[in-house]
């Protein structure tokens, strides 16, 4: 098993228990796919007015979005210390929205985000077909070991 660090702030919106969903959730998926390392990830729960800011901050993009993910540029790393991964951001208001639309529950969606966020810390991406397939599928796995449905069934 695998030593990680979360770091969760939360805002006012999130309670206790979606908190403790976001960890358990990071810490089953940074579990199933890693090896011994030893990392620490910092979460920010939050809505979309802040969200917002730091993806026109970030990505050039005025609107706010449902997850964020940070990779950490820090290539130094002592042997016996944390390896800092990065900081995902996650805003409720666009998980309540997505799921709303798409027939999921919140804690499905947030879920399948909380994965999404952290393989992009990790190093995979989604920009090319092939990339996508890739982290779709890990993703996929991830969730259905969690009693999770595939996310991506019935989406064209």
């Not at 990779?71 to 790393?77: E, G, K, Q, R, V």
Request: proline share 3%.
């Amino acid at each position: 098993m695998s030593n990680i660090l979360i770091d969760i702030s939360a805002s006012n919106e999130w309670n206790k228990e979606e908190v403790s969903l976001v960890k358990k959730i990071l810490l089953f998926s940074f579990n199933s796919l890693s090896d011994e390392k030893c990392i620490e990830i910092s979460v920010r729960l939050t809505g979309d007015e802040e969200i917002k800011s730091l993806n026109k901050q970030y990505r050039d993009k005025n609107i706010s979005t449902n997850v964020l993910s940070f990779p950490s540029l820090n290539d130094s790393i002592h042997p016996e210390a944390f390896e800092i991964l990065g900081d995902i951001v996650i805003s409720k208001d666009t998980v309540l929205k997505e799921a709303q639309n798409s027939n999921k529950s919140f804690e499905q969606h947030l879920s399948h985000l909380g994965i999404h966020g952290l393989l992009h810390l990790m190093g995979f991406s989604h920009e090319k077909e092939n990339d996508a397939l890739i982290m779709e599928g890990i993703e996929v796995k991830i969730l259905k070991e969690l009693g999770i449905p595939n996310p991506y069934e019935g989406v064209v």
